[in-house]
Every structure is written in structure tokens, then in C-alpha cells.
């Protein structure tokens, strides 16, 4: 995956139910396509009190992974969802930038 997603980044979500939100990567799975990100996504599961592990019963929201089709990585530039583009630096670097305003969207460079 070339263009991947990587944790920490910063995501916005462009379809489903959670069209239009933002969070942070927790983690990805290359082999499912899938990304966790942070604050979406919730399901709800129920889970069964386990008091010998002091498990409280009920419903625990959680996060769920989404398909990676259905995230963008969000540029702080254009305050938009980007689609990525990939540049060589001047040092053969390869470097994740915004095709929207051609802002660098890889973290420290
Ligand atoms: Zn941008």
C-alpha cells in the first residue's frame, strides 16, 4: 500500500455513518484494509459480567475498524480531506503530500 495510512495520522471519515468525522489512526491492518481510528466508528458490544475479573456486565462502546476506502487523510493546510500524492525529495525520500495545496502530510518533514 503505497499511498497507506499510518498510525497517528489524522483521518477523516467520507462515507457511512460516521461521514465527516476526524480522528487519529490507532492502528492499521495492511492485510484486511482496514484502519482503527480514534473516536470512530463505535459499536456497541454487550458483554457478560465476568466478576472473577472484576468485569462489569453491560454495553461497552467500542471502536471498530473501518475500510481504509472509507477514510482520508485529513490535511491541517486545506483544512480538507486529501487525497495523497507521493513526491521524491531532493534526497530520494518518498514523501506524502496533499494533492489539494501540495502541503507535506508526512510528520516531521
Ligand atoms: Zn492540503
Redesign the pocket.
Known amino acids: 500500500m503505497a499511498l497507506g495510512i499510518r498510525k497517528n495520522d489524522v483521518v477523516t471519515v467520507i462515507s457511512g455513518r460516521d461521514k465527516g468525522k476526524r480522528g487519529r489512526v490507532l492502528t492499521v491492518d495492511p492485510k484486511k484494509g482496514t484502519v482503527l481510528v480514534e473516536n470512530c466508528n463505535f459499536v456497541k458490544k454487550h458483554t457478560r459480567p465476568i466478576p472473577q475479573k472484576n468485569i462489569k456486565g453491560g454495553i461497552l462502546e467500542k471502536e471498530s475498524p473501518l475500510q481504509l476506502c472509507k477514510v482520508r487523510l485529513f ?1 491541517g ?2 483544512q ?1 480531506p ?1 487525497s495523497v500524492a507521493v513526491r521524491l525529495t531532493e534526497e530520494g525520500k518518498r514523501q506524502r503530500v ?1 494533492k ?2 501540495g ?1 507535506s502530510l508526512t510528520k516531521g518533514a
Open positions: 490535511c493546510d486545506c480538507k486529501s496533499c489539494n495545496c502541503a
